[in-house]
């Protein structure tokens, strides 16, 4: 299994500053506090997260998750962010979808160690570019189906 790579280091800039050395952080959520986060947390730590883990215990559903939010605050340009699986990050496919689209504009690698996903790699880039089309026809989907009820309901 590939570990996160803390010797990579971001670009120089026209600056006399070091350049930063960067991180490999942790994400992970239980959705109840009957559920533990032991198991997530090992498997972070031996696939080689060298950062925080950031952590939740709530729903997928819901928008404000403060360890999530937390963890896209402190990210940066070069870092890795590590997940078990890509459930973790949302309970919805386009919820998922919208917080690997946002880690990827900024310059963020997500891996996902369930998936297999690496988005610093090609395979990783398309896998999660298939995962965003299947979103986006499931809205679609949604979206004509409620039409087409709206249309039986005034019928």
Same mark, same amino acid.
């Given at each position: 299994?590939?570990?996160?790579?803390?010797?990579?280091?971001?670009?120089?800039r026209?600056?006399?500053?070091?350049?930063?050395?960067?991180?490999?952080?942790? !994400? &992970? %959520?239980?959705?109840?506090g009957?559920? *533990?986060?032991?198991?997530?947390?090992d498997?972070? $730590?031996?696939a #080689?997260?060298?950062?925080?883990?950031?952590t939740?215990?709530?729903?997928?559903?819901?928008?404000?998750?403060?360890?999530?939010?937390?963890?896209?605050? !402190? &990210? %940066?340009?070069?870092?890795?962010?590590? *997940?078990?699986?890509?459930?973790?990050?949302?309970? $919805?496919?386009? #919820?998922?979808?919208?917080?690997?689209?946002?880690?990827?504009?900024?310059?963020?690698v997500l891996?996902?160690?369930r998936?297999?996903?690496d988005?610093?790699?090609?395979?990783?880039?398309?896998?999660?570019?298939?995962?965003?089309?299947l979103?986006?026809?499931?809205?679609?989907?949604?979206?004509?189906?409620?039409e087409?009820?709206?249309?039986?309901?005034?019928?």
């Amino acid at each position: 299994m590939k570990t996160c790579r803390p010797d990579r280091v971001n670009p120089p800039r026209r600056s006399r500053r070091k350049p930063r050395t960067t991180r490999c952080w942790g !994400y &992970a %959520r239980v959705s109840t506090g009957h559920q *533990v986060l032991d198991q997530q947390l090992d498997a972070l $730590s031996a696939a #080689g997260v060298n950062g925080r883990v950031f952590t939740d215990t709530m729903s997928g559903t819901r928008d404000d998750r403060p360890g999530l939010a937390e963890l896209m605050a !402190y &990210a %940066r340009t070069g870092d890795t962010v590590t *997940v078990v699986a890509l459930d973790r990050l949302g309970r $919805s496919l386009s #919820g998922i979808v919208q917080t690997v689209k946002k880690l990827g504009e900024r310059g963020i690698v997500l891996r996902s160690l369930r998936e297999g996903v690496d988005t610093s790699t090609s395979t990783g880039r398309m896998v999660l570019g298939i995962f965003a089309s299947l979103a986006e026809f499931s809205v679609i989907s949604t979206r004509r189906d409620a039409e087409i009820l709206d249309v039986k309901a005034a019928a």
